[in-house]
T-cell receptor, first 113, second 115 residues
């Protein structure tokens, strides 16, 4: 199964700082790159997603940057808050709602006051 | 409903026993997915359905795992003769075709512990 490589494994950021999580993929035959947020004891929830024909997408404090030539994409959380403390997963899939999602290995983010 | 429901929340089985997990997708969603999340956060895709038909079963260990989505019933994932390595959280997700976002809505999961 083709993997999505994610780093770092864990991240500690001070409140108000910027959290940055990076991912790399191998196969270009995917047209949908979502990020999921998971709190302990809960299922993952879609945070933000991007298609490879867009280089950047911003929703509130969350921004995805996509570098198609390098096969890399990253999540930036601006003005990080303690409530953002969760595990974040990058993923790849196909647009349309019917294809499986392949997850990265996860980044545990802790935002300290 | 507007949430994916999964039952039970926790399930404990002795090695070799059968385990059965249930999932009620969001009403109107035609795709159902099962994923397994093991201790190191790794998600593994198991199987997906389009309504009651198997859509993709490339992740299923078929010798012990089976799944169904029958009309007017919750979907189910059954593990015959559980092994210690089956201990994981099993997530069900559902989605609706054509939204263009591949948004899969996940349930809260069933934690299976095999002792």
């Amino acid at each position: 199964q083709q993997q999505v490589k994610q780093s770092p494994q864990s991240l500690i950021v001070q409140k108000g700082g910027i959290s940055i999580i990076n991912c790399a993929y191998e196969n270009t035959a995917f047209d949908y790159f979502p990020w999921y947020q998971q709190f302990p004891g809960k299922g993952p929830a879609l945070l933000i997603a991007i298609r490879p024909d867009v280089s950047e997408k911003k929703e509130g404090r969350f921004t995805i940057s996509f570098n198609k030539s390098a096969k890399q994409f990253s999540l930036h959380i601006m003005d990080s808050q303690p409530g953002d403390s969760a595990t974040y997963f990058c993923a790849r899939g196909s647009a349309g709602g019917y294809q499986k999602v392949t997850f990265g290995t996860g980044t545990k983010l802790q935002v300290i006051p | 409903g507007e949430e994916v429901a999964q039952t039970p929340k926790h399930l404990v089985r002795g090695e070799g026993q059968k385990a059965k997990l249930y999932c009620a997708p969001i009403k109107g969603h035609s795709y159902v997915f099962w994923y397994q999340q093991v201790l190191k956060n790794e998600f593994k895709f198991l199987i997906s359905f389009q309504n009651e038909n198997v859509f993709d079963e490339t992740g299923m260990p078929k010798e012990r795992f089976s799944a169904k989505c029958l009309p007017n019933s919750p979907c189910s994932l059954e593990i015959q003769a559980t092994k210690l390595e089956d201990s994981a959280v099993y997530f069900c997700a559902s989605s609706i075709l054509g939204q263009g976002r591949n948004e899969q809505y996940f349930g809260p999961g069933t934690r299976l512990t095999v002792t």
